[in-house]
């Protein structure tokens, strides 16, 4: 009989060691995502010019952590009802693929190379030089671009490889291509620059596609798949207030990252929009996110 009594004991108590541990229903495992910038320049000295600075790239990595994660007092946060904390953090590596320590940031001048501008804006130019394996890191390359095209050319990102719906109207690389984000270096982080573009929502926007979202005008039938984020047809621009109406008729999301508004007034993903990210992660890009790739690319 005292056996018996023990024995439900332990079994009570490791039921109690397991809830203890047991994420609640509404918070959500955080996915880590090492990042390396290969950032190209033309030769100037760190910080001035498209050679950014560490302190600049670093406001990015805090940038996205705030916007993905929602962060009360910053300009990441909304109290709108459908809004979601995406639980995804960024941080830059600090291992290379060689196993040597790294800052997560390889610095490329460009005036050394055979082709030092890539007119094209293409992610294989530069990832001839510089490129570490996409299943253990997210690779961003800032490309130093003509003044003229500040405000036109901001970014692109390559989608993932999903069976989410909608998935076709994302860029593809072809086999053997590189995968990552390519951004217009100006665009990179916080930045007194004299651009509507000057807060680093613009790679925010691009890692949501990277993590499979489309635009919020979304593919030929004006929907991006995700039922929370109003239906429009065409993108949004600046930031108008009131807000337009959707197709159905709602206030269009203004404010969505996933939208072409100015970075000021960006600052939701929607709780389907988060679904949809996590999937890809959890499915598609699984490899990022597994602690034998952090505990490979230095992230404890």
Not at 36 to 48: D, L, N, Q, S
Not at 197 to 212: A, D, K, Q
């Amino acid at each position: 009989m005292k056996y018996r009594i023990q024995l439900i004991l332990l079994i009570l108590l490791a039921c109690d060691f397991n809830d203890e541990r047991k994420p609640d229903d509404n918070e959500k495992l955080i996915y880590r995502i090492p990042v390396v910038f290969h950032v190209i320049h033309h030769g100037e000295a760190i910080g001035v010019g498209a050679n950014l600075s560490t302190l600049q790239i670093e406001s990015q990595i805090r940038v996205l952590n705030e916007d993905f994660g929602r962060k009360a007092g910053t300009r990441g946060f909304n109290t709108h009802p459908d809004g979601a904390d995406a639980a995804i953090e960024f941080e830059l590596a600090t291992i290379d693929p060689d196993g040597n320590p790294s800052s997560g940031i390889v610095r490329i001048n460009a005036d050394s190379l055979v082709n030092p501008v890539d007119p094209s804006f293409q992610f294989d130019y530069y990832a001839w030089y510089s490129y570490w394996d996409y299943e253990n890191y997210l690779n961003i390359w800032t490309q130093p671009l003509p003044a003229d095209l500040t405000d036109i050319v901001l970014g692109k990102a390559t989608g993932p490889a999903t069976d989410l719906p909608g998935a076709q109207y994302l860029l593809k690389g072809e086999p053997l291509q590189a995968e990552g984000i390519l951004v217009n270096a100006v665009h990179v982080g916080e930045s007194n620059m004299n651009s509507e573009f000057n807060l680093g929502r613009t790679i925010t926007h691009e890692v949501g596609h990277y993590l499979g979202l489309l635009h919020t005008w979304g593919s030929d039938a004006n929907d991006d798949y995700c039922d929370d984020t109003p239906p429009v047809n065409s993108p949004v621009f600046a930031c108008p207030d009131p807000p337009p109406l959707a197709l159905d008729g709602r206030p269009v999301m203004v404010g969505n990252y996933m939208n072409y508004t100015y970075d000021r007034c960006m600052n939701i993903f929607t709780k389907e929009q988060v679904a949809r990210m996590r999937y890809v992660l959890e499915n598609n890009r699984q490899a990022l996110i597994q602690l034998t790739n952090l505990r490979y690319v230095g992230i404890n």
